[in-house]
């Protein structure tokens, strides 16, 4: 079983920064790509920034030149640095890792709950 636990979300004014962290954790075998994705009340859940084993990164435009994503010392883990926040920047971010459990195995994906991220005006 896996789990991806996230840390880090809250209230924040427009212009500030906050940190989100995830660890990914259980029967992982490896892991090809961990990110970070959001959903706001009404809209579909998108991408916002993502990591590959090899250290590509990969971000949606709205939040290029903002946001920063890292893999943590930590094996397993992913860090998303987001600065110059906006009020459309709010929406519930969920952490997802593609991955899998055995060798030979399928690869799917993997969700947390979520954390929230609120920007006020």
């Known amino acids: 079983q896996v789990q991806l636990v996230e840390s880090g979300g809250g209230l924040v004014q427009a212009g500030g920064s906050l940190r989100l962290s995830c660890a990914a954790s259980?029967?992982?075998?490896?892991?090809?790509?961990m990110g970070w994705y959001r959903q706001a009340p009404g809209n579909q859940r998108e991408l916002v920034a993502n990591?590959?084993?090899?250290?590509?990164?990969n971000y949606a435009d709205s939040v290029k030149g903002r946001f920063t994503i890292s893999r943590g010392n930590v094996k397993n883990t992913v860090h998303l640095q987001m600065n110059s926040l906006k009020p459309e920047d709010t929406a519930a971010y969920y952490c997802?890792?593609?991955?899998?459990?055995?060798?030979?195995?399928?690869?799917?994906?993997?969700w947390g709950r979520g954390t929230q991220v609120s920007v006020s005006s």
């Open positions: 990591i590959t084993s090899g250290g590509r990164t």
């Open positions: 997802n890792a593609f991955l899998r459990t055995r060798v030979f195995g399928p690869w799917r994906d993997y």
């Open positions: 259980g029967s992982i075998f490896n892991v090809n790509t």
